[in-house]
Nanobody, 114 residues
């Protein structure tokens, strides 16, 4: 089993930055992909970024060039560095892993507002 705990969300002004962290525990060796999704009120949940076991990454078009997903193997942690944040980025951000079953964290709120 894999457990995921997100942190790093908060309130930031437009143009600001946040770094989200996702700490994984349990059967980490079973994880094939780990990434981030988000859901704003009244909107569909969408994938934001994902990193595979071999280090390949993929991003949703609207965050390309602004967000970076990375990992720290020693800390069993995945990060999402978010720069140039916009109000449209406001959402609950969820860490997820495929291990090989789909596992979700509880989410962390990101609010971009002046």
């Amino acid at each position: 089993q894999v457990q995921l705990v997100e942190s790093g969300g908060g309130l930031v002004q437009p143009g600001g930055s946040l770094r989200l962290s996702c700490a994984a525990s349990g059967s980490i060796f079973t994880i094939n992909h780990i990434g981030w999704s988000r859901q704003a009120p009244g909107k569909q949940r969408e994938m934001v970024a994902v990193i595979s076991r071999d280090g390949r990454t993929d991003y949703e078009d609207s965050v390309k060039g602004r967000f970076t997903i990375s990992r720290d193997v020693a800390k069993n942690t995945v990060y999402l560095q978010m720069n140039s944040l916009q109000p449209e980025d406001t959402a609950v951000y969820y860490c997820y892993a495929i291990s090989p079953n789909l596992v979700w964290g509880q989410g962390t709120q990101v609010t971009v507002s002046s």
